[in-house]
């Protein structure tokens, strides 16, 4: 009897284990996409982050955090900063049928204009949809389902694949 419990618990140690190695975050590299402005028009570029996070979900959670934490010096020295405004937070990312479902607080819509708002909304949809497990975004704000962002009314009402070409805005 005795026998059969150790053997049990090796087992059950075992597995535990093997799951957590699994599963574990490791290092990953992800694109997140700031906004250039040439003196013409603006469109949104892409710099490379590693994160720590294993599948599509974590992922892409990962990199819209490192969206949302700005532009680093470096970067800012070469001409790239960020639409989005400060206080944007993201409440959760889950997936659905391939969709990427990313629910921002309130801030994510405030403040700027018709050009803001267009580059904070392709900021989140080039960032968010790099994987092809998830090529398409819906934006909730609050939780909740939304037709447009802002009052510059940028529709979110279905979800968006990224265009081949960043726009430029």
């Known amino acids: 009897m005795r026998v059969a419990v150790l053997v049990l618990a090796v087992v059950l140690a075992a597995t535990a284990l093997g799951l957590w190695w699994l599963t574990r975050p490791v ?38 955090r490192e969206l949302l934490a700005g532009p680093t010096d470096t970067e800012r020295s070469t001409g790239l900063t960020t639409a989005i405004p400060a206080g944007t937070s993201l409440r959760s990312v889950r997936l659905d ?29 080039y960032t968010a949809t790099q994987l092809p497990s998830a090529p398409r975004l819906r934006i909730l704000i609050e939780g909740e389902r939304r037709e447009s962002m802002g009052g510059e009314g940028v529709m979110i009402d279905r979800p968006i694949a990224r265009p081949r070409t960043p726009p430029r805005f």
């Open 27 to 64: 290092p990953a590299t992800v694109m997140v996409y700031f906004v250039r402005d040439d003196g013409v028009a603006s469109t949104v570029v892409p710099v490379t982050r590693t994160v720590r996070a294993r599948g599509t979900g974590p992922l892409v959670a990962a990199a819209l």
């Open 97 to 125: 049928r391939g969709v990427v479902m990313a629910d921002f607080n309130r801030p994510v819509e405030s403040g700027g204009g018709s050009a803001s708002m267009l580059g904070r909304f392709w900021q989140i949809v």
